[in-house]
Structures are given as C-alpha cells and as structure tokens.
C-alpha cells in the first residue's frame, strides 16, 4: 500500500478493530486511531483530522449510514470506506450514494482483505 | 408458536347454512330438520336473493335447489364460485330423485354432493353433518399450514441472523490465528504453533458450517437469485478439480477429470454451480479411502443443448435404503468422512436447491463395482 496518510477505523467490535489494525500495520500504514461507535467517531475524527476513515456499516445506536451522514455534514471532503460483513446490497448502495468512496468486505479471508484494503485506498487517492 | 387442532369433537351447533329453494314447503321442512342440530338458518327463494344472501350471511355451508325460476341452481353455484374462489362454501344440490343428469351437472358446477327429495331427516343430518367436519378439518388444516409456514419463515431468519452474527469473530478468529502463526507479534516455539493450527483449523471448519447455514437460509427465504451468464463448464469444472486436489493430496487420493470436445458452453450462475461442483468433489474427497480416484466428467446431454456433471468416487457408496436422505436438509447417512471431516448435512440440500433453481436435476446411484456417481442434468436454457 502506498498510502500513508491518517486512518481512522471504527468498529463496535473489538475483535474487528483488532484484526483489521495488523492488517493495516502489515500493509504499513502506522498511522492508526480507532473508535467504538458512531459518535466516538465524530468526536475521534474532529479531533485527530485523519485523512481516511474505515467505517463499519452495523452498530448499535448509531449505525455507519448515520455516522457517515454525520461525518459528511461535518466535513464534505472526508473520505469515507465502508466495512461489511456478507454484501448487503441495498445498505452498499445507500452509502455510495450519501458519499462513501468505496466498501470492503471484512469476512473474506486475510489476504482478501488486505489486497482490498491495499487497492482500494490507493485507488481513493490516486495512488496506484 | 404453533397450536395443533384440538382432538375435542368438532362442535356443529352455530355453524351457519343458506337454504335457496323457491319452494316454500321445502324451505320449511328442511328448516325444522336442521334446526334440531343448533345450524344457525338463512333462506332464499331464489338464486338471484341467494346471491345477495350470501354476501351478508357468509354461510359455512349451502343447500340449494336446482329448479328455480330465473337463475337456476347451477347456474347461482357458478356464479358463486365464481365470486368466492376457494373461499366459497361447500354447495349441496337439492334434487328431485332419480335425476342423475342434474347429478353430474351439479357436480360439474362445482356441488360436492346432492340431498334427493323427499328429504329423509336422518339422511339430510348425516350427509351435512360430515360435510360440515370435513370443511372444519380443512381450515383447521389450512390455519395449521398458514402457521408452519410462519413458523418455519422465522426459523429461516433467525438461522440467517445467527449465522451472520457467527460469521465475523469465527473471520477474526481464523484471522488472528494466522498472524500469530506468522509470528506477526514475535517468534512461537513448536508446541506454540501446534495450538494455533489447531484453532484456525476449528475456526475454519466453523466458518463453513456457518456459510451453509447461511446458504440454506438464504435459498428457503426465497433469496436465492440467479446471476446468468454463459460459462464454459468444463473451464469451470477444471478449476474446481485444481482446487480440490489440494485437499485430496492431504488424504493421498486424486481427482481426475474428462472434459467434452467441443466445449460446452451454458447459460448458467457460475458462481453458484461452483459451489455445487466443489461441494460434490469435497464429498467424494471426505468419503473416499487413502489411495483412490475420484473422477470428475462433463459431457453432452442425449437432448442437444443439455448437459452432465458426473462425479464419480470409490467410497463406500450410499448405505441401502438412504438415498432418500441424502438431498434433505440436515441429514447425514450412516457413514463417516475418512479424514474425520465435520459436515452439517446441509452440503447436498443446497446442490439439489441451487441445481433446482436452474430448473436441472441431480440424482445419486451407486456404481456396479465399488463407490457412487452424482449426476447433475443441466437444461439448455434454465
């Protein structure tokens, strides 16, 4: 990955967080900041600035359609990559459509995900 | 939750009869007969009142005569069940005897049974009597069916909803288990390793699991949807032989595979079909001793534009008399993987829905010498 900017990465399952985090150390990217729901993650995010944010579709309370309505009313220009479990269509497309940048499935195998992580971000940025 | 009919003996007072005869004596005869059984009564004197009369009363059951001025009696039961489809109440003609012709018409129009006159009181209780149970027992029955299906509607999503909260840590586990035998987080002695093959292994098995649990859900609930495109199955079939001779090399055995010349190409969700053909080949590998071949064989159907995937193994074939479990959800035979390998019962169930679902069909026979062929027929157009 020739990414390296910022990454922050929200998930309401530590387990998930945990996973994906070696995933990006593996790829390279130290710059890591996490969060546990949707509204630590407006707060993580007006805090820390990241250049990307990793954002789970399925949480309790505030779910990643409304947290990324949030983030892009916050700030228009963020940019967002949706995290699912088996491809729900219908959700996929509703992210797309309020501004999210691209999605990723996080039940495939490791290498799966870490190639989709790797290609999509530096797709996002022009960096492939 | 689901309440089976009561055995209690059916209850036939209050149940409500239209009685349409034009004559008035006859209204009133089979009004004293019936009243005597608690039938709560409605009478019409014609067909054309009959019909308005229905529509208010909604009858469990109607009497009606044949010969009436205006619309005659076959002609108001076919309007009826015209009106009323299923839903419509059993009709009985009134007939004067010995007129069979009025008999079959009647029944033709749609009548499940004739009361002749003169009417014999216990005859005419007994005939409505087990008319009214049998139409009981068959809401009953249609309550009861409309139940299951509901019932079984949840289970669907409730297997759907565990599978898919199963899916993501049984991911993670698997995930996490790798970067520690890759030393991601430092060095593990052998003993170290030996624990974490072991979980990922468990963790990958139950990922599997869960995917058919998943598959199965996903088809009953009606979500199963066909992405078609033509295919070259034999390209397709080869890559699931590469695939699978991973696994078989593990238990010393081999798949071999027979392609047809020309190709064959079908129009087909490939995706799907795969699943099917992997799943056919990872059974033969489960059943099959250390040391034999299993064979994998596309052809060309008698009818053109068909098409054969056979799977042959030399396992120990299908036990007698347990064919019929092999394409039912949940069921396993008698006989064990080779290698200890898990299974749901659930591999086979999903082949014959998704084979189904391109309007093919796929059968099971045990071969003359030792092992057992699967046959899926796959039609030129699904």
Do not use: W
Request: glycine share 8%; charged share 25%.
């Amino acid at each position: 990955m020739n990414f390296t900017g910022m990454i922050l990465l929200v998930d309401d399952e530590p387990h998930i967080r945990k996973y994906v985090s070696l995933i990006l150390k593996q790829l390279g990217s130290p710059r890591l900041v996490e969060a546990a729901n949707g509204e630590e993650a407006i707060a993580v995010y007006q805090r820390e600035n990241p250049d990307l944010v990793l954002l789970d579709v399925n949480m309790p309370k505030m779910d990643g359609i409304e947290t990324l309505k949030r983030l892009k009313e916050l700030d228009p220009k963020c940019v967002v990559i949706m995290l699912t479990s088996l491809a729900n269509r219908e959700t996929i497309v509703q992210a797309l459509e309020l501004g999210a940048a691209n999605y990723i499935r996080k039940d495939t195998p490791k290498e799966e995900i870490a190639q989709a992580l790797s290609s999509t971000i530096d797709a996002c940025f022009d960096l492939s | 939750m689901v309440t089976p009919p009561t055995s209690a003996p059916i209850q036939l007072a209050g149940r409500k009869i239209l009685i349409v005869d034009d004559d008035r004596l006859n209204l009133r005869i089979l009004g004293g007969i019936l009243k005597g059984e608690g039938y709560v009564l409605a009478e019409a004197d014609s067909g054309e009142r009959a019909l308005e009369l229905y529509a208010t009363f909604r009858p469990e059951l109607v009497l009606l005569d044949v010969m009436m001025p205006g619309i005659d009696g076959f002609e108001t039961c076919r309007r009826l069940k015209r009106d009323y489809g299923d839903k419509c109440a059993p009709v009985i003609f009134i007939t004067a005897k010995n007129e069979s012709d009025d008999v079959v018409e009647g029944l033709g129009a749609g009548g499940v049974d004739y009361l002749p006159k003169p009417f014999k009181p216990k005859e005419v209780l007994a005939r409505l009597r087990s008319h009214m149970q049998n139409q009981i027992l068959s809401e009953q029955q249609k309550l009861l069916v409309e139940q299951l299906s509901k019932a079984d509607a949840a289970k669907n999503r409730f297997l759907g909803m565990a599978a898919h909260d199963l899916r993501n840590p049984l991911a993670s586990i698997r995930g996490l288990a790798e970067f520690l035998r890759e030393g991601a987080v430092g060095p593990l002695n052998p003993d170290q390793i030996e624990l974490i093959e072991t979980i990922h292994a468990a963790s990958q098995s139950m990922l599997e699991m869960v995917n058919e649990l998943l598959d199965v859900a996903t088809i009953e609930s009606g979500e199963l949807k066909l992405h078609l495109e033509p295919c070259n199955l034999g390209e397709l079939t080869a890559k699931c032989v590469t695939l699978i001779n991973m696994e078989a090399a593990k238990k010393k055995t081999h798949v071999a595979y027979e392609l047809p010349a020309p190709p064959v190409t079908l129009v087909i969700d490939a995706a799907k079909m795969k699943q099917v053909i992997d799943n056919l080949l990872s059974n033969a590998v489960k059943y099959s001793p250390p040391g034999s071949t299993i064979t994998a064989i596309v052809q060309a159907g008698a009818t053109p534009g068909t098409c054969h995937i056979l799977v042959r193994d030399q396992g120990p074939g299908i036990p007698e008399g347990e064919r019929d479990k092999l394409f039912k959800d949940f069921s396993r035979l008698s006989i064990k993987p080779t290698g200890g390998e898990n299974s749901t019962g659930l591999g086979l169930a999903i082949c014959r829905k998704i084979v189904e679902a391109h309007r093919g069909t796929i059968v099971a026979e045990n071969l003359p010498s030792r092992g057992c062929e699967f046959r899926v027929t796959l039609p030129a157009n699904p």
